[in-house]
């Protein structure tokens, strides 16, 4: 019987659904669980025919399970990509976050579940040595399929309390910067933006379906006041603010 990693942890509910890692985690996913109830949430996740878990589970009252040991490769992430890496779960630790999600009414996170999780993702990446950067939403690692953890998710309280990547949004004014299906330079110029990053965006120079769930994913996480997948200015001097906030 395998005790929690972190300390954090309350217990170790352990879950079938796992498998071999291949390498050390350097990356940390987080979720939300996107059901109505925790324990439906949590029984779906301890389920075989489920084929799906995660390491950790923070319910909204902060209370902490494991589930995976973080040794072995949990089946949160799915089909992704980040940076160059396309098997997210052999690459993460995933966290669910009981909320019922876009489906649910996108309700607020509850104070002491986000101060759980950031208690339980310092323990994590101070452990594992998870640069900030590397603190993702399953929506940036799958941004065809996903939303989770949503624009509802407090990045900005996480990064001043020493978790993920942030810098502040640029002020939104004016509107896209590009119709659905333009082609051209500045567009190419968006998306090698977007890939530098880590966003597993194809550099087509089209303003494709798949780069504006791109920009949708990028908005999610980091300029959440207006999520509509179009590229405007305040969009890209986020992002660019962002890339230079990690060269230095
Ligand atoms: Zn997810």
Redo the contacts with the bound molecule.
């Keep these: 019987m395998h005790g929690p990693d972190s300390s954090l942890a309350a217990e170790f509910l352990a879950s079938p659904n796992f498998g071999e890692r291949r390498g050390a985690p350097n990356a940390l996913v987080l ?2 669980t ?1 059901m109505p109830t925790a324990e439906g949430a949590l029984a779906t996740l301890l389920d075989p025919a489920s084929e799906v878990s995660a390491h950790y589970f923070v319910f909204e009252d902060g209370r902490i399970v494991q589930l995976v040991a973080e040794r072995d490769r949990a089946w ?2 799915g089909k992704g990509f980040w940076k160059g890496e396309s098997d997210l779960n052999s690459a993460s630790i995933g966290i ?1 976050i009981v909320n019922p999600g876009h489906d649910g009414g996108a309700p607020p996170y509850p104070d002491r579940q986000i101060a759980a999780t950031i208690a339980l993702a310092r323990d994590i990446l101070s452990r594992r040595k998870i640069p900030p950067e590397r603190v993702l939403a ?1 929506s940036d690692v799958a941004p065809l399929r ?1 939303r ?1 953890p949503g624009e509802a998710f407090p990045w900005r309280r996480l990064f001043e309390d020493g978790v993920g990547h942030w810098v502040e949004p640029a002020p939104i004014s004016g509107g896209a910067l590009f119709r659905h299906e333009e082609e051209g330079p500045p567009v190419r110029a968006l998306q090698a933006m977007l890939a530098l990053y880590g966003y597993g965006v194809e550099i087509t120079g089209v303003y494709d379906r798949h780069t504006r769930a791109v920009v949708a994913a990028f908005q999610r996480h980091f300029r959440p006041a207006r999520v509509d997948g179009e590229a405007d200015a305040s969009t890209v001097a986020t992002l660019k603010a962002l890339i230079e906030a990690c060269r230095r």
Excluded: I, L, N, S
Aim: glycine fraction near 12%; aromatic fraction near 12%; charge should be negative.
């Design positions: 979720h939300y996107g949160h992430a669910e399953h996903k989770d």
